[in-house]
């Protein structure tokens, strides 16, 4: 059994930086994609960052230029670094993992994380 464990969220101030961290616990799992999604009250989930094993990432254009997502594959850990926090990215914030194991490809998704920017 995978356990994915997101920490970091909070209330902030507008301007205000946070530290989002997502670590899948297991060793048979090799993940090869990790994203962070958020979802705001009322609203659907929307695509944050993504990383792929080959380095590259990708962001929503809404937070380009603010956040910054990273990992350690060997580890299956996630990171999102927001900074110049917005009172609209206020949501609810998951990770997800993308990868193979022994029984072939899972997904996995983190328990959420609340994020509160106040004006």
């Known amino acids: 059994q995978v356990q994915v464990v997101e920490s970091g969220g909070g209330l902030v101030q507008v301007g205000g930086s946070l530290r989002l961290s997502c670590a899948a616990s297991?060793?048979?799992?090799?993940?090869?994609?990790m994203d962070w999604y958020r979802q705001a009250p009322g609203k659907q989930r929307d695509l944050v960052a993504t990383?792929?094993?080959?380095?590259?990432?990708n962001y929503a254009d809404s937070v380009k230029g603010r956040f910054t997502i990273t990992g350690d594959y060997a580890n299956n850990t996630v990171h999102l670094e927001m900074n110049s926090l917005k009172p609209e990215d206020t949501g609810v914030y998951y990770c997800?993992?993308?990868?193979?194991?022994?029984?072939?490809?899972?997904?996995?998704w983190g328990q959420g994380t609340q994020v509160t920017v106040s004006s």
């Open positions: 997800k993992f993308v990868g193979s194991t022994d029984w072939g490809l899972r997904v996995y």
């Open positions: 297991t060793r048979f799992f090799r993940a090869n994609a």
């Open positions: 990383m792929r094993s080959g380095g590259t990432t």
